[in-house]
């Protein structure tokens, strides 16, 4: 059965061969069991590994934090047109009040608290560019809030590269995801 998975592996034929695979941002768990063997073996044979973005880094956390942010101190409330700020306020409020019923026994058992989760995944969303603020409230779902804890993927495989002593690093800097973004005008977003 797992020979028979498309694996999403290209192989570049080298001496020693070289490997593309792509990944998802998703908590590793949903996917990690469908991962064919071929992909697996080629990420524990390879000496080095290269992500997207080095999500072990913390001036990448905070390169990411801080392209995310509005500037010159203007609020959300600015730039999205009355109704829909109000729409997207309500349902922040709605996701506050649903987050202690959304989250799992083990997030509870790990001292994870509510307004600490919301604040980790929404905090400061009023000072933020429309686009993010889009993408972070796809992300607040139960389904997401459920998985919070797990790492995504590309964090998985980073850390376990490191764990094995593996040489890694990125192939693209912090701008070169936030500025293409950043760049959509509203009508885009």
């Not at 697996?40 to 044979?45: D, G, I, R, S, V």
């Not at 509005?70 to 730039?79: R, S």
């Not at 349902?91 to 790990?110: E, N, S």
Request: hydrophobic share 40%; aromatic share 12%.
């Amino acid at each position: 059965q797992q020979g028979e998975l498309n694996s999403f592996l290209w192989t570049i034929r080298r001496d020693p061969p070289a490997y593309l695979f792509g990944t998802i941002h998703v908590p590793y768990t949903r996917v990690w069991d469908f991962i064919p063997d071929n992909s697996k073996a080629a990420f524990h044979a390879s000496s080095s590994v290269y992500f997207e973005l080095d999500l072990t880094d913390p001036y990448t956390i905070s390169g990411l934090a801080s392209c995310q942010m509005l500037p010159h101190g203007e609020n959300l409330q600015d730039v999205l047109p009355r109704e829909l700020y109000r729409r997207l306020k309500r349902h922040l409020d709605y996701i506050k009040l649903m987050l202690p019923l959304w989250m799992t026994p083990d997030q509870r058992g790990k001292g994870l608290y509510a307004d600490y989760l919301f604040n980790a995944i929404a905090g400061n969303w009023e000072r933020k560019r429309p686009v993010w603020v889009m993408l972070m409230v796809n992300s607040l779902t139960e389904t997401d809030i459920r998985s919070r804890g797990v790492p995504v993927l590309d964090l998985y495989l980073a850390q376990e590269a490191e764990r094995m002593k593996k040489r890694t690093g990125a192939v693209e800097r912090v701008e070169e995801q936030c500025h293409p973004l950043n760049g959509l005008n509203f009508s885009q977003v």
